[in-house]
């Protein structure tokens, strides 16, 4: 018999499976992809390599930081230049990009700051109060583009804000609530340094590619993890679990045999596990109460980066097309490489279309604000993580108003043998990398607690 079973090799089952076998236990790792690393994944395009999944970390990412001085791979931070702002129509060019904020006028300024002064009141209150937020549901559940436009009163300023709390989740789309965005505020990076000399850009990632901390991570792990093993359920009394897992093709397969589980699967995806006896009803309830994000990454590779010879740093910030957001993600050779999101309702859409008819749609949001150098010759690909069965949604879902902050924490307690950890399981950070790394290590700490 296994000491633990971990389900699932992202980064939070193996930052978990590292903290466990590290203290000498018998663990196994079973993992439906024949990969690791989750929502985490980096593809590789003729020798070119692509971060198709979570990418960026932020000053307070602690654990992903550590992590990273493990690996020792080398963060880079966004390409320097100026930023594209797309406004009402009209396409400006921020002279100080990436510190954006700088270019507003001062009255524009003092409109920013109040608004965000009311926001982080407003989150606060969310947090710490919950009987308000259940009770104010409704009106928490409004378009948060409207609160923007009701709190907010000059079109630069709004334009700003919005902008900005679209770098916080990539999810934030035109169909989150008011809600939703301040609960992920509070979770995440706070507004105001996300605002702070960098414009809100003070964002890094590896160069190389993400998955190198999977990997480091699995290098501890002496072979323990099983790929291809898809979890279908779990037998479990307070002692003992048994896990059943079939191949990709459904062919029945193992079943393991350990004193505790560890299920770190989005919360979605561990309600469909078949449990014996079934789960308390209540965690249905929640995940009722809650929508999965919606994101469809996107990339345009260009022999050269060539908008960096006319000054620009490969960012824009739309306030109207299927993309308002790109980044240039170009390693340090090879082709020069554009990303950006189809996000929320607009993915939920482009997800139905063909790729050709959302590469049309890609260029012509760059075109609109690039101008029409982006149709030269280059290669489109895109990573529609809704539609890949062991993710069916991302980056996060989105909870209705109050739900989180009642019920929604209760998803990380244990049932019986059976504990649950993932980044939509934490309190901080919930979401990220940092909170499905944070969550992995807590939990495992608990359960080297219960096994003595
Ligand atoms: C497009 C995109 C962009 C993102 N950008 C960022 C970013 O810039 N910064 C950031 O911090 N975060 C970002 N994120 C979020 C971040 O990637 C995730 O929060 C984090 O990787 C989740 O880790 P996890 O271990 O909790 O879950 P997962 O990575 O989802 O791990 C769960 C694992 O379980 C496996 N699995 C599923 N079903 C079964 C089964 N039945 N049996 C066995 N195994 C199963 C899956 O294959 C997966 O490996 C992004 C996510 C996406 C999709």
Redesign the pocket.
Known sequence: MFDCVV????????AAAAELSGKGRDIVV????NR?????ATYEHEGTKIE??????SPG?DS?HELIEAAGVSLVGPQEGALLIRSQGAVYRSSAAPDRSHALTPFEMADLGQGMLRFRRLAERVESDPTWAAANASWLGQPLGRWVKANLRTPAAQQDFSAVLASVS?GMAGDVSLGQALTTTVQGADLESLFAVSGGLK?RRVLGGMHQLADHLAAKLDNRVKLG????GIDHDPDAVTVR?ETADGTPAESYRARRVLV???PW?AM??EYNPPLPSWREEVLQRNTAGH?I?AFVLYPTPWWREQGLSGQMSADEGSVRVTFDISEETGPGIMMG?FEGTEAASMSKRSRTIREVAFIDSLAAVFGDEVRRPHVYLD?D?AADK??RG???PHFAPGVWSVNGQLLAEPADAIHF????YVGK?N??????VR??REEARVILRELG
């Open positions: 389900v699932g090799a992202g980064f939070a089952g193996l079973l993992e439906a992809r690791i690393g989750g929502r985490v198709v999944g979570g990418q960026w970390v990412h992903m990539e964002l093993r898809v979890v279908t897992t770190t699967l989005p995806l469909r596990l994101v990454k999101f990573y993580w062991y993710t991302c980056h996060t950890a993932g980044s939509e950070h979401g990220y990398m940092e909170g499905a969550s992995g």
